[in-house]
């Protein structure tokens, strides 16, 4: 259920909303919910290992009003750029000091290598880091010019990129994790000792045996690379996170972040199978911005919303819309209630969660690059 909307109703004195992303904003639910939740158990410093950042300038083609309605994150997927971001993080984490890893908009609808280049700049600039967005068809060279940028850690594949289809994003949902992030760029990545967020295909999401198969591959044929498994491979419900990560468990080189999991029990089960060493903390920022909850059938969910979108269609009461937080908040919540239910309590796993075991993958990354990389290996907080 939302959080912190009662209580909002009992204050004598409202703020007035502050302006955040898209067409959602920072209200007096969202104060109260970080005041009653959030502000004496998060750590002083954060670290989101998945967060979405780019200029909208680098957009090629408009997004189309059929994609719009076949896709729910065609809604809200606009584009934020570093300074927006950077204030998006004041406002929705206050008192704490924010870094992240960043990167663009894995689609064939934008300029990948102007904004590869342009993000680069900006989270070097931040204390930022980066993973640059890349095509499966693109050279060992290009790959390594890639890495060997300030502030570049890694690499972002994605399955869209395979090919460009105008139609629909999931024409290649059903390919193999090496169509898309193939051995020739692998090679270059475990030499480097790369980080690499990997968003699973197939429609069974990560408990796919084929994923399960070339994951083990992966992991057998490159050791170095960094693996993160994004969205806790995709595991939204909790028949989901069931049926696949156990089988990481006796993997310790196999990394996930949490990034757009709203539901306690996919949390709890990946804090089971993994321990807190090996979960990262990351929003999926801007499309957490959205203002709302989920709510689970089995293996499917429905996002609900305060903002007539097209996949909108069966709305709360008004009542209740009006309790509504952020999906982030959201996501927050139930990462602190999964560690409620297993009793991690103590200051040091949830500190290893949100920051710790990200800033320790990315020091070890930094110390094999240029030293101009040292210079910003532990500066993740924002200036």
């Given amino acids: 259920m939302p959080h912190g909307g009662a209580r909002e109703e009992n204050w004598t004195h409202r703020m007035k909303p502050t302006p955040l992303y898209h067409v959602w904003d920072y209200r007096d639910a969202d104060r109260a919910f970080w005041r009653d939740q959030m502000e004496a158990w998060l750590p002083p410093k954060i670290i989101d290992a998945h967060t979405h950042v780019m200029d909208p ?33 004041r406002t929705v984490f206050p008192g704490r000091q924010v870094g992240c890893i960043a990167f663009g908009f894995p689609d064939l609808d934008f300029d990948l290598d102007g904004g590869n280049a342009w993000l680069a700049e900006q ?64 090679e270059v990545a475990n030499a480097r000792g790369a980080w690499v967020t990997l968003h699973v295909p197939k429609a069974a999401r990560l408990g796919h045996p084929d994923n399960l198969r070339e994951i083990a591959e992966l992991r057998r044929r490159y050791p170095n690379v960094i693996l993160v498994i994004a969205h806790l491979g995709r595991s939204y419900t909790e028949a989901h996170a069931r049926e696949a990560l156990p089988a990481l468990a006796d993997d310790p080189g196999i990394y996930c972040d949490t990034s757009a999991v709203l539901n306690p029990a996919s949390h709890r089960i990946a804090l089971e199978c993994l321990g807190p060493k090996r979960v990262l903390y990351g929003s999926d920022n801007p499309i957490c911005y959205m203002r709302g909850r989920r709510q689970y059938d089995g293996r499917a969910y429905i996002n609900r919303t305060s903002y007539p979108f097209h996949f909108n269609r069966t709305r709360e009461a008004p009542e209740i819309e009006a309790q509504y937080t952020l999906f982030m908040y959201e996501d927050l919540h139930a990462i602190k209630q999964a560690c409620a239910d297993l009793g991690l309590t103590a200051p040091e796993d949830i500190q290893a969660i949100f920051h710790d075991n990200a800033a320790r993958l990315i020091d070890g990354i930094i110390r094999k690059k240029a030293p101009v990389d040292r210079r910003i290996a532990h500066a993740d907080s924002c200036p």
């Fill in 123 to 186: 989270c070097a600039r931040r204390g930022w880091h980066n993973l640059a967005v890349i095509r499966p068809q693109w050279s060992q060279a290009a790959i390594a010019r890639l890495l060997d940028q300030p502030g570049v850690i890694g690499l972002k594949p994605y399955y869209a990129l395979i090919s460009e289809n105008r139609e629909t994003r999931d024409a290649h949902l059903e390919s193999g994790i090496f169509d898309f992030l193939p051995h020739h760029v692998l």
């Fill in 57 to 89: 300038r680098f957009r090629l083609r408009p997004m189309t009003e059929s994609m719009r309605r076949q896709y729910w994150v065609n809604e809200v997927f606009e584009c934020i750029d570093a300074d927006t971001a950077q204030r998006c993080h």
